[in-house]
Nanobody, 121 residues
């Protein structure tokens, strides 16, 4: 019913930049929030940054000042601009959306399949 498709991952040198995109599609009635999480082997998935429909943002301390989350409501798309990348930013980045599907009574979490970001020289 709902698909989240991520793009923009890849290999980048330390200090470089990448922009991730995630487009939500399907029988969507309303999107409450969209955001990005990341996961490295052996660790739990952790919030990177999230943006509510009202414009409130939340981000991990480790990315503040370097990463910027934004959203195109008309396209149901969320972006993550990542600057000054560090090797410790290497992870699989997952798109998340909290949304209400048409016909459902309440919103749910949906996840993309993930995109790998590797920061290495």
């Amino acid at each position: 019913q709902v698909q989240l498709v991520e793009s923009g991952g890849g290999l980048v040198q330390p200090g470089g930049s990448l922009r991730l995109s995630c487009a939500a599609s399907g029988s969507i009635f309303s999107i409450y929030a969209m955001g990005w999480y990341r996961q490295v082997p052996g660790k739990q998935r952790a919030l990177v940054a999230a943006l509510t429909s009202g414009g409130s943002t939340n981000s991990a301390d480790s990315v503040k000042g370097r990463f910027t989350i934004s959203r195109d409501n008309a396209k149901n798309t969320v972006y993550l601009q990542m600057n000054s990348l560090k090797p410790e930013d290497t992870a699989v980045y997952y798109c998340n959306a909290v949304l209400l599907v048409k016909g459902d009574a309440y919103g749910k979490d949906y996840w993309g399949k993930g995109t790998l970001v590797t920061v290495s020289s």
